[in-house]
């Protein structure tokens, strides 16, 4: 069984540039979590996408947003792009929303932001 | 909202030694706890994980204790080698929804 495949694995963007990226769940699993990680901040939650609909979202302005599609692949958007949003993105899938099921991860998108 | 500390945040063993690593939260509604490993240019693999109804899980060399009452929760490796060298994190959820809480991670070495 694949895991949860994340794409690009690496992106170099300049300030004032919009980016998105792409996160394939594992197959059968319907919710879809988005993290950024930074050596500063750790691993901080964005937000949670089932059925194609938005359940949690974590403290980020709205230049960070995200979409689920029906096939519960989930797209990542950051517009405007600053030079703190350089991090790693990490995907999670896991079969079902709720506050008790397994998340795994994909290997991340590396963002560089020039 | 939830808070997870995460104690040490680097750790060095011998090989064949005990590694534990700490944790506690705020939230007391949190109700399951997992245990990620994270290897250098990978995303964060779980390892274990224990809900909140269960004291202690154990899978091979590694273990993890929940007391609820005094909110913290630990992770044991057992007989360490060198390829369990990784950051660990451990994290807390709560409610209904899938919103994870991480502790910031401890670097753990184990010497050859």
């Not at chain 1, 879809?32 to 089932?50: A, C, D, I, K, M």
């Not at chain 1, 359940?55 to 960070?64: A, H, I, L, S």
Request: aromatic content about 10%.
């Amino acid at each position: 069984k694949a895991g949860v495949t994340q794409t690009p694995r690496y992106l170099i963007k300049t300030r004032g540039q919009q980016v998105t990226l792409s996160c394939s769940p594992i197959s059968g699993h319907r919710s879809v979590s988005w993290y950024q990680q930074t050596p500063g901040q750790g691993l901080q939650f964005l937000f949670e996408y089932f059925s194609e609909t938005q359940r949690n979202k974590g403290n980020f302005p709205g230049r960070f947003s995200g979409r689920q599609f029906s096939n519960s692949r989930s797209e990542m958007n950051v517009s405007t792009l600053e030079l703190g949003d350089s991090a790693l993105y990490l995907c999670a899938s896991s079969p079902t929303t709720g506050s008790n099921q397994p998340q795994h991860f994909g290997d991340g998108t590396r963002l560089s932001i020039l | 909202g939830e808070n997870v500390e995460q104690h040490p945040s680097t750790l060095s063993v011998q090989e064949g030694d005990s590694a534990v690593i700490k944790c506690t939260y705020s939230d007391s509604a949190s109700n399951y706890f997992p245990w990620y490993k994270q290897e250098l240019g990978k995303g964060p693999q779980l390892i274990i994980d224990i809900r909140s109804n269960v004291g202690e899980k154990k899978d091979q060399r590694i273990a993890v204790t929940l007391n609820k009452t005094a909110k913290h929760f630990s992770l044991h490796i057992t007989e360490t080698q060198p390829e369990d060298s990784a950051v660990y994190f451990c994290a807390a959820l709560s409610g209904g929804y899938q919103k994870v809480t991480f502790g910031t991670g401890t670097k753990l070495q184990v010497i050859p």
